[in-house]
């Protein structure tokens, strides 16, 4: 095919930033591990498929559970962190312990998302937008309870 740059398995980056060979390196919406290690301003290959033991936070995980990256604590999560822009980062392939150090994940860019959590995540986005605010007379509350928005006018 003559207008393929490369297979895409891994990518070449300007690092923004110190990066040791293994860390997770989450730009935007790419993600991927590196390969080497790198400085500002190097270059540095990020491996964008496969599995890895990548560094999580506390709490149990389950073969299939969707994993995010928590940027507040440079570690993954199965629990979405609304507060920091998480990222979808891939799916676990293996059982983790609350007490493990780390997740064993498949990183996959363009994860398909199930319906309900894609749902879920819109309920939240928007309840976030629009709980605590009162403009012209009106408030308006978010209940994650039922994913419904209440608005009182006085």
């Known amino acids: 095919m003559k207008n393929l740059i490369q297979e895409g398995d891994a990518i070449t980056i300007t690092a923004a930033g110190t990066i040791t060979s293994g860390d997770l390196v989450v730009t935007g919406a790419l ?14 290959a990020l491996q964008t498929e496969g599995v890895f033991t990548l560094p999580k936070v506390a709490g149990a995980v389950a073969v299939g559970d969707l994993v995010y990256w928590d940027a507040s604590q440079s570690k993954v999560t199965v629990s979405r962190v609304t507060d920091t822009g998480d990222i979808l980062v891939g799916v676990a392939v293996a059982t983790s312990t609350s007490g493990a150090a780390t997740a064993t994940v498949r990183l996959c860019c363009g994860c398909v998302v199930p319906e309900a959590t894609a749902v879920e995540i819109m309920q939240d986005t928007v309840g976030a937008m629009v709980t605590g605010n009162t403009e012209s007379g009106i408030t308006v509350t978010y209940q994650d309870s039922d994913g419904t928005l209440d608005f009182s006018v006085p």
């Open 31 to 44: 993600v991927g591990v590196a390969v080497n290690d790198a400085v500002l301003g190097d270059l540095v």
